[in-house]
């Protein structure tokens, strides 16, 4: 179980509802880029993932039939847009761990993408889903930057505590499912 | 020919030169973006070819493979990224045409999102590649827009002249090989 980092205002920790469990975060973040772009908030969508074609089959009078392809390594992040008029980029993760997120789980051209977003002046981040607690947390790639720092003669991961104490919680709502733009918000206002 | 609108200082325009030509304008843009990634310019990349997959097999010590997938539309344009603290968003066209390139191979769904960006701050522009001048233009997208209004009542084409009037023209250089962000700071410059 997390402690939560005391404020002066008591907050009642959000946890993922009944509907929205066993739902991928994948879909939620999808549902909430729609409910996003249609409301004229955030223009934000998911990339393709990155496939390799070797062979594809022309069949007459149907269409073209890809018969051969690999997975590829994606080179950036899965998401990214325009928010408040500022680049926005990030990548999710999930984690079952009961106490800690591993940071071999984020590829190393991920790291890069991000650190290359954020000294260009973006909004660059991860979201993670702590499944142990039902959560989903922002973390600022400045925040990862200190740990991934910390990694290299230390502790090769962070504890739960430790996003939860340095992250922003996702507030989930009926729309968008999670309002994660509004964690960017409390985000920004820190920064500034 | 297009007659090229004379400025006060008379401008040379720039063609592909003969190490570019037959090189598809897909192949200078990724080169011109790692170049631009790699010397901190800016962090733009194109977005995987969106796949739809049907089928994938597992084989014992070897690579999932998929062995079933179809082509998507993509739902918004190939390209996007951060440049001087911006957003930036665009699409590549190419036309074999002599003298205008027709508005309906622009898709919709492309429009659409190129208007979003735009409405959001964001940088938004088609690169058209004018094959019978060797030339490639940065059309902004408000001037998109103008043509696209025009072609509601009347004509429903841009004519090369049109383009080349209202573009930016793209310059060929050693590294990048299309210095295509020189065109976009012309015309950021003219916004202000």
Redesign the interface.
């Given at each position: 179980m997390i402690k939560y980092p005391t404020t002066k205002k008591r907050y009642q920790r959000p946890r993922i509802g009944k509907q929205n469990r066993g739902m991928a975060l994948e879909k939620l973040i999808d549902a909430s880029n729609q409910h996003y772009?249609e409301s004229?908030r955030?223009?934000i969508?998911k990339?393709?993932?990155?496939?390799q074609?070797v062979n594809v089959d022309y069949p007459e009078r149907a269409?073209?039939?890809?018969?051969?392809?690999?997975?590829?390594r994606?080179?950036?992040t899965d998401y990214?847009?325009?928010?408040?008029?500022?680049?926005i980029?990030f990548d999710v993760k999930e984690t079952h761990h009961e106490t800690s997120y591993a940071l071999k789980n984020i590829h190393q051209h991920q790291i890069e993408?991000l650190r290359?977003?954020h000294?260009?002046?973006?909004i660059a981040f991860l979201l993670i889903r702590v499944a142990a607690e039902d959560a989903i947390f922002l973390l600022p790639f400045e925040t990862l930057e200190k740990f991934l720092e910390r990694a290299k003669t230390g502790r090769k991961s962070m504890t739960l505590e430790e996003i939860a104490a340095n992250g922003y919680i996702v507030r989930e709502t009926l729309a968008p499912r999670i309002d994660y733009l509004e964690a960017v918000d409390r985000y920004i206002k820190g920064q500034a």
């Open positions: 772009r004229g955030a223009v969508h990339k393709p993932t990155p496939v074609i269409r073209a039939k890809i018969t051969e392809a690999y997975y590829r994606p080179s950036t990214n847009g325009i928010y408040k008029g500022r680049y980029d993408h290359s977003v000294r260009h002046g973006g």
